[in-house]
Protein backbone atom coordinates (compact mmCIF):
# COMPACT_ATOMS: atom_id res chain seq x y z
CA UNK A 1 0.00 0.00 0.00
CA UNK A 2 2.80 2.20 0.86
CA UNK A 3 4.51 1.75 -2.25
CA UNK A 4 1.22 2.21 -4.20
CA UNK A 5 0.76 5.59 -2.42
CA UNK A 6 3.65 6.84 -3.62
CA UNK A 7 3.92 6.16 -6.96
CA UNK A 8 -0.29 7.69 -6.82
CA UNK A 9 1.25 11.02 -5.36
CA UNK A 10 4.32 11.35 -8.20
CA UNK A 11 0.99 11.01 -10.73
CA UNK A 12 -0.62 13.48 -9.14
CA UNK A 13 2.21 15.97 -8.51
CA UNK A 14 3.04 14.97 -12.45
CA UNK A 15 -0.55 15.72 -13.52
CA UNK A 16 -0.42 19.47 -11.68
CA UNK A 17 2.63 20.29 -13.18
CA UNK A 18 1.50 19.65 -16.84
CA UNK A 19 -1.90 21.78 -15.93
CA UNK A 20 0.59 24.46 -14.70
CA UNK A 21 2.71 24.56 -17.41
CA UNK A 22 0.22 24.27 -19.81
CA UNK A 23 -1.22 21.89 -22.72
CA UNK A 24 0.16 21.90 -26.34
CA UNK A 25 -2.00 21.67 -29.17
CA UNK A 26 -0.11 21.09 -32.57
CA UNK A 27 -1.68 22.17 -35.85
CA UNK A 28 0.00 22.34 -39.59
CA UNK A 29 0.16 25.44 -41.26
CA UNK A 30 -0.78 25.85 -44.63
CA UNK A 31 -1.53 29.14 -46.49
CA UNK A 32 -5.94 29.71 -46.64
CA UNK A 33 -6.74 33.07 -46.51
CA UNK A 34 -9.95 34.74 -45.62
CA UNK A 35 -9.33 37.87 -47.49
CA UNK A 36 -8.01 38.23 -51.28
CA UNK A 37 -5.18 40.66 -51.90
CA UNK A 38 -7.04 43.56 -53.67
CA UNK A 39 -4.23 45.66 -54.74
CA UNK A 40 -1.82 44.67 -57.63
CA UNK A 41 1.19 46.54 -58.67
CA UNK A 42 1.09 49.97 -60.49
CA UNK A 43 4.23 47.68 -62.88
CA UNK A 44 5.48 44.34 -62.61
CA UNK A 45 9.07 44.23 -63.01
CA UNK A 46 10.30 41.64 -65.63
CA UNK A 47 12.88 40.30 -63.36
CA UNK A 48 13.09 36.86 -62.70
CA UNK A 49 12.97 36.56 -59.17
CA UNK A 50 13.39 33.66 -56.50
CA UNK A 51 12.16 33.29 -53.18
CA UNK A 52 15.00 31.92 -51.03
CA UNK A 53 14.97 30.77 -47.52
CA UNK A 54 12.89 32.55 -44.65
CA UNK A 55 15.06 31.96 -41.62
CA UNK A 56 13.08 32.27 -38.49
CA UNK A 57 14.48 34.30 -35.31
CA UNK A 58 12.46 33.73 -32.94
CA UNK A 59 12.76 32.05 -29.58
CA UNK A 60 11.50 28.68 -29.98
CA UNK A 61 10.07 28.12 -34.02
CA UNK A 62 7.52 25.65 -33.57
CA UNK A 63 5.41 27.63 -31.37
CA UNK A 64 2.82 29.80 -32.90
CA UNK A 65 0.29 30.76 -31.06
CA UNK A 66 -1.94 30.21 -27.23
CA UNK A 67 -5.21 29.66 -26.57
CA UNK A 68 -6.48 31.99 -23.49
CA UNK A 69 -10.06 31.18 -23.53
CA UNK A 70 -9.59 29.39 -19.97
CA UNK A 71 -8.09 31.49 -17.52
CA UNK A 72 -6.72 28.57 -15.59
CA UNK A 73 -5.42 26.62 -18.54
CA UNK A 74 -3.04 28.08 -21.16
CA UNK A 75 -2.68 26.25 -24.21
CA UNK A 76 0.26 26.67 -26.30
CA UNK A 77 -0.46 26.04 -30.07
CA UNK A 78 2.60 24.54 -31.96
CA UNK A 79 4.02 23.56 -35.19
CA UNK A 80 5.17 19.99 -35.89
CA UNK A 81 7.68 20.99 -37.96
CA UNK A 82 10.52 23.78 -36.53
CA UNK A 83 10.78 25.04 -40.32
CA UNK A 84 6.68 25.53 -40.74
CA UNK A 85 6.20 29.27 -40.53
CA UNK A 86 9.14 30.22 -42.59
CA UNK A 87 8.15 27.83 -45.19
CA UNK A 88 4.63 29.41 -44.79
CA UNK A 89 5.51 32.72 -45.55
CA UNK A 90 8.07 31.66 -48.53
CA UNK A 91 4.84 30.17 -50.08
CA UNK A 92 2.47 32.54 -49.79
CA UNK A 93 5.03 35.04 -51.17
CA UNK A 94 5.31 32.65 -54.25
CA UNK A 95 1.85 32.15 -54.97
CA UNK A 96 0.76 35.89 -54.50
CA UNK A 97 3.90 37.35 -56.75
CA UNK A 98 3.21 34.54 -59.36
CA UNK A 99 -0.49 35.66 -59.10
CA UNK A 100 0.00 39.33 -59.98
CA UNK A 101 2.20 38.44 -63.17
CA UNK A 102 5.82 38.26 -61.43
CA UNK A 103 8.13 35.86 -63.12
CA UNK A 104 8.63 33.38 -60.39
CA UNK A 105 11.39 30.96 -60.80
CA UNK A 106 12.24 27.79 -59.03
CA UNK A 107 16.10 27.74 -58.03
CA UNK A 108 18.50 30.92 -57.36
CA UNK A 109 20.42 30.14 -60.41
CA UNK A 110 17.50 31.44 -62.91
CA UNK A 111 16.99 34.45 -61.29
CA UNK A 112 17.83 37.83 -61.57
CA UNK A 113 16.78 39.32 -58.09
CA UNK A 114 16.23 36.73 -54.85
CA UNK A 115 14.07 37.58 -51.75
CA UNK A 116 14.90 36.54 -48.61
CA UNK A 117 13.57 37.22 -45.22
CA UNK A 118 13.62 36.59 -41.20
CA UNK A 119 10.44 36.25 -39.23
CA UNK A 120 11.04 38.11 -36.24
CA UNK A 121 7.03 38.15 -35.00
CA UNK A 122 4.50 35.34 -35.91
CA UNK A 123 1.92 34.64 -33.04
CA UNK A 124 -1.30 34.43 -32.27
CA UNK A 125 -3.75 34.91 -29.45
CA UNK A 126 -7.17 33.24 -28.94
CA UNK A 127 -9.55 34.30 -26.70
CA UNK A 128 -13.33 34.81 -27.86
CA UNK A 129 -11.54 35.48 -31.58
CA UNK A 130 -8.37 34.83 -33.38
CA UNK A 131 -5.33 38.03 -33.84
CA UNK A 132 -2.80 37.15 -35.21
CA UNK A 133 1.19 39.06 -36.09
CA UNK A 134 3.21 38.40 -38.36
CA UNK A 135 6.57 40.85 -38.83
CA UNK A 136 9.03 40.08 -41.47
CA UNK A 137 12.43 41.87 -42.55
CA UNK A 138 12.75 41.06 -46.17
CA UNK A 139 16.11 41.66 -48.31
CA UNK A 140 16.35 41.90 -52.49
CA UNK A 141 19.49 40.78 -53.33
CA UNK A 142 21.47 40.00 -56.97
CA UNK A 143 23.12 36.61 -58.32
CA UNK A 144 26.06 37.93 -57.23
CA UNK A 145 24.57 38.39 -53.11
CA UNK A 146 24.63 42.45 -53.10
CA UNK A 147 21.45 43.85 -51.20
CA UNK A 148 19.61 46.15 -52.65
CA UNK A 149 17.17 46.72 -50.13
CA UNK A 150 15.78 46.05 -46.64
CA UNK A 151 13.05 46.46 -44.64
CA UNK A 152 10.80 45.07 -42.03
CA UNK A 153 6.75 44.61 -42.76
CA UNK A 154 4.47 43.84 -40.14
CA UNK A 155 0.65 42.29 -41.21
CA UNK A 156 -2.19 41.45 -38.82
CA UNK A 157 -5.70 38.98 -39.33
CA UNK A 158 -8.28 38.55 -36.93
CA UNK A 159 -11.18 36.40 -37.35
CA UNK A 160 -14.07 34.18 -35.34
CA UNK A 161 -14.15 30.66 -35.44
CA UNK A 162 -14.55 27.52 -33.25
CA UNK A 163 -11.88 26.81 -30.35
CA UNK A 164 -8.64 25.37 -31.20
CA UNK A 165 -9.53 25.47 -34.51
CA UNK A 166 -6.55 24.41 -37.29
CA UNK A 167 -8.28 26.28 -40.06
CA UNK A 168 -9.13 29.40 -37.88
CA UNK A 169 -5.70 29.85 -36.90
CA UNK A 170 -4.35 29.24 -40.58
CA UNK A 171 -7.26 31.69 -41.75
CA UNK A 172 -6.14 34.06 -39.44
CA UNK A 173 -2.29 33.93 -40.17
CA UNK A 174 -2.88 33.86 -43.99
CA UNK A 175 -4.77 37.16 -43.46
CA UNK A 176 -1.47 38.59 -41.71
CA UNK A 177 0.60 37.34 -44.63
CA UNK A 178 -2.50 39.22 -47.07
CA UNK A 179 -1.25 42.66 -45.49
CA UNK A 180 1.97 41.97 -45.85
CA UNK A 181 1.76 41.07 -49.59
CA UNK A 182 -0.48 44.30 -50.14
CA UNK A 183 2.04 46.13 -48.56
CA UNK A 184 5.19 45.51 -50.59
CA UNK A 185 3.03 45.58 -54.36
CA UNK A 186 2.10 49.40 -52.71
CA UNK A 187 5.92 50.37 -51.85
CA UNK A 188 8.03 51.52 -55.01
CA UNK A 189 11.03 51.34 -53.31
CA UNK A 190 10.90 47.56 -52.88
CA UNK A 191 9.63 47.30 -56.50
CA UNK A 192 12.31 49.33 -58.01
CA UNK A 193 14.98 47.24 -56.40
CA UNK A 194 13.39 44.08 -58.05
CA UNK A 195 13.50 45.90 -61.20
CA UNK A 196 17.13 47.06 -61.19
CA UNK A 197 20.27 45.52 -63.22
CA UNK A 198 22.55 43.94 -61.14
CA UNK A 199 26.01 45.07 -61.70
CA UNK A 200 28.09 42.22 -64.33
CA UNK A 201 30.78 40.30 -62.38
CA UNK A 202 34.38 41.64 -63.77
CA UNK A 203 36.93 39.15 -64.22
CA UNK A 204 39.22 40.85 -61.61
CA UNK A 205 36.55 40.65 -59.25
CA UNK A 206 37.16 36.82 -59.32
CA UNK A 207 40.41 37.20 -58.30
CA UNK A 208 42.14 36.19 -55.20
CA UNK A 209 42.82 39.78 -53.20
CA UNK A 210 46.55 40.32 -52.96
CA UNK A 211 47.68 40.10 -49.09
CA UNK A 212 48.07 43.90 -47.55
CA UNK A 213 47.71 45.93 -45.10
CA UNK A 214 44.68 45.44 -43.16
CA UNK A 215 42.56 49.22 -43.44
CA UNK A 216 40.68 50.70 -40.66
CA UNK A 217 37.22 49.49 -40.10
CA UNK A 218 34.67 52.02 -41.60
CA UNK A 219 32.22 53.22 -38.97
CA UNK A 220 28.30 51.69 -39.47
CA UNK A 221 26.12 53.98 -41.14
CA UNK A 222 23.22 54.85 -38.77
CA UNK A 223 19.81 53.72 -40.69
CA UNK A 224 17.55 56.38 -41.79
CA UNK A 225 14.39 57.79 -40.64
CA UNK A 226 11.90 56.01 -41.69
CA UNK A 227 13.25 53.29 -43.11
CA UNK A 228 10.70 50.84 -41.74
CA UNK A 229 6.64 51.08 -41.55
CA UNK A 230 3.98 50.07 -39.86
CA UNK A 231 1.01 49.28 -42.45
CA UNK A 232 -2.36 50.60 -41.65
CA UNK A 233 -5.40 49.18 -43.05
CA UNK A 234 -7.42 51.99 -43.42
CA UNK A 235 -11.07 52.03 -42.02
CA UNK A 236 -14.18 53.97 -43.97
CA UNK A 237 -14.16 57.97 -42.99
CA UNK A 238 -10.56 57.70 -41.77
CA UNK A 239 -8.20 60.41 -43.17
CA UNK A 240 -4.34 60.72 -43.36
CA UNK A 241 -4.83 63.18 -40.51
CA UNK A 242 -7.01 60.88 -38.00
CA UNK A 243 -4.51 58.15 -38.24
CA UNK A 244 -1.74 60.62 -37.66
CA UNK A 245 -3.40 61.58 -34.63
CA UNK A 246 -3.72 57.98 -33.42
CA UNK A 247 -0.41 56.96 -34.02
CA UNK A 248 1.79 60.39 -33.06
CA UNK A 249 -1.01 62.39 -31.10
CA UNK A 250 -0.15 65.48 -33.44
CA UNK A 251 -3.22 65.40 -36.41
CA UNK A 252 -0.57 67.93 -38.29
CA UNK A 253 1.35 64.68 -39.23
CA UNK A 254 -0.57 63.80 -42.22
CA UNK A 255 1.53 65.93 -44.35
CA UNK A 256 4.60 63.52 -43.10
CA UNK A 257 2.18 60.50 -44.07
CA UNK A 258 1.39 62.13 -47.42
CA UNK A 259 5.02 62.46 -48.23
CA UNK A 260 5.42 58.62 -47.79
CA UNK A 261 2.03 57.63 -50.06
CA UNK A 262 2.49 59.71 -52.86
CA UNK A 263 -0.17 57.39 -54.64
CA UNK A 264 -2.92 58.48 -52.05
CA UNK A 265 -5.55 60.96 -51.48
CA UNK A 266 -4.66 62.10 -48.07
CA UNK A 267 -8.52 63.05 -46.98
CA UNK A 268 -9.96 60.56 -49.66
CA UNK A 269 -8.97 57.36 -48.54
CA UNK A 270 -10.66 54.31 -49.36
CA UNK A 271 -11.55 51.74 -47.54
CA UNK A 272 -8.97 48.57 -47.03
CA UNK A 273 -5.93 50.53 -48.54
CA UNK A 274 -2.96 50.20 -46.72
CA UNK A 275 -1.10 53.41 -45.40
CA UNK A 276 2.62 53.08 -44.81
CA UNK A 277 3.58 54.68 -41.58
CA UNK A 278 7.14 55.58 -40.12
CA UNK A 279 8.24 53.85 -37.05
CA UNK A 280 10.01 57.13 -36.05
CA UNK A 281 6.11 58.78 -36.41
CA UNK A 282 4.90 56.11 -34.06
CA UNK A 283 5.49 57.36 -30.78
CA UNK A 284 2.10 56.89 -29.28
CA UNK A 285 0.54 53.88 -30.65
CA UNK A 286 2.34 51.06 -32.51
CA UNK A 287 -0.57 48.73 -33.38
CA UNK A 288 -3.38 49.40 -34.95
CA UNK A 289 -6.96 50.40 -33.30
CA UNK A 290 -9.53 47.78 -34.21
CA UNK A 291 -11.90 50.54 -35.07
CA UNK A 292 -11.68 54.08 -37.29
CA UNK A 293 -8.94 56.23 -35.70
CA UNK A 294 -12.04 59.25 -36.44
CA UNK A 295 -13.89 57.53 -34.13
CA UNK A 296 -10.79 58.00 -31.07
CA UNK A 297 -12.54 60.41 -28.37
CA UNK A 298 -10.70 63.60 -27.16
CA UNK A 299 -9.81 63.47 -23.60
CA UNK A 300 -12.21 64.64 -21.10
CA UNK A 301 -10.31 66.77 -19.39
CA UNK A 302 -6.32 67.94 -18.90
CA UNK A 303 -4.43 65.21 -17.16
CA UNK A 304 -7.42 62.83 -18.23
CA UNK A 305 -7.01 59.64 -20.28
CA UNK A 306 -9.22 59.47 -23.71
CA UNK A 307 -12.25 57.65 -23.14
CA UNK A 308 -12.61 54.51 -25.45
CA UNK A 309 -13.22 54.75 -29.14
CA UNK A 310 -17.04 55.16 -29.93
CA UNK A 311 -18.27 52.25 -32.06
CA UNK A 312 -18.25 52.67 -35.79
CA UNK A 313 -21.29 50.99 -38.10
CA UNK A 314 -19.11 48.04 -40.14
CA UNK A 315 -15.88 48.50 -38.30
CA UNK A 316 -13.91 45.69 -36.89
CA UNK A 317 -14.30 45.61 -32.88
CA UNK A 318 -11.19 46.42 -31.25
CA UNK A 319 -8.72 44.06 -30.16
CA UNK A 320 -8.74 42.38 -26.70
CA UNK A 321 -7.26 40.37 -24.14
CA UNK A 322 -3.31 39.91 -23.73
CA UNK A 323 -0.82 41.35 -25.45
CA UNK A 324 0.50 39.41 -28.46
CA UNK A 325 3.35 36.72 -27.56
CA UNK A 326 6.91 36.09 -28.00
CA UNK A 327 9.07 37.19 -31.07
Do not use: C
Not at 52 to 72: I, S, T
Not at 106 to 118: R, S, T
Not at 179 to 195: C, T
Request: charged share 25%; proline share 9%.
Amino acid sequence: MKKFGFWSFLLIVAAWGAAALGAEQNIHLEYKPNTKVKRSPATVPGSKIFFGEMRDQRANPRQVGENLEDKEKRIVVVSPDPQGAGGLVRSALSKEFGSKGFAVVGGPGAADKIIEGALVKFWTVETNRYNSQTQLRLEVKDKNGGVHFSRTYSGSGKNFGRSLSETNYNESISDSLVMIVEALFSDQEFLRSLAEKSPPVRAEDKKPPVPGPVPPPVPAKAAEPGEDYLFHRVFAGETMATIAKYYSGNANNWKVLASQNLDKEPFKLKADEVVKVPRSLATVNREQSGVSTAAVREPAGKGKKPGPPAPVPGATPPVTGPAFGPK
